[in-house]
C-alpha cells in the first residue's frame, strides 16, 4: 500500500473562459490525496475548487501559467517547484477538454515521507468506515 502512495500526485483541471474565451482559471474535476498533499492542502477535497483558489502566491501563478500554456498550446509543460520543504515536478499535459497534472517528488525521500503522510491521512477514514459496519457492544446478534 505505501508503494501505491508513493506513485505520483494526480489533478484534472478543467478551463474557466472569459467571454474572449481566454484562460481566466481552472477548476479542478478531481485530484488524488498525494496531489492535495504536495500542493499543501492535506486531507482537503480539492473537486470544484479554482486552481487559484487552493494554489496561492508565486506557486500558484507557476502553476496557473503551465496549465494555460499547454491548454492553449497542446503542448506539455513542466514547472518544478517548492511547497514547504518538498521539491515537486508537475508534468502538465493537454486533454481533449482540460489539462492533467502528474507530480513527482524530485527525491526519493520526499517521496516516501509524501507516501507516509498520505497514508496517515486515509487512516482515520479507513477506521471510522470499520467502526461503522462493528455492531455496537450489547446489541443483539
Do not use: W, Y
Request: glycine share 8%.
Amino acid at each position: 500500500m505505501l508503494t501505491e502512495l508513493a506513485e505520483p500526485g494526480f489533478m484534472e483541471l478543467l478551463p474557466i473562459l472569459a467571454e474572449d474565451d481566454s484562460v481566466i482559471d481552472f477548476e479542478c474535476k478531481r485530484a488524488s490525496p498525494t496531489a492535495a498533499l504536495m500542493l499543501g492542502r492535506a486531507g482537503e477535497d480539492l473537486t470544484g475548487r479554482s486552481l487559484r483558489n487552493f494554489v496561492e502566491g508565486s506557486l500558484g501563478e507557476r502553476l496557473f501559467e503551465a496549465c494555460k500554456s499547454a491548454f492553449v498550446s497542446g503542448r506539455s509543460e513542466v514547472a518544478k517547484v517548492q511547497v514547504g520543504e518538498l521539491s515537486v515536478l508537475h508534468r502538465v499535459h493537454a486533454t481533449h477538454d482540460g489539462v492533467s497534472i502528474h507530480m513527482t517528488c524530485l527525491s526519493a525521500m520526499e517521496r516516501m515521507a509524501v507516501a507516509q503522510q498520505v497514508l496517515l491521512l486515509l487512516v482515520p477514514t479507513t477506521q471510522s468506515r470499520l467502526a461503522s459496519r462493528v455492531p455496537a457492544s450489547g446489541s443483539a446478534k
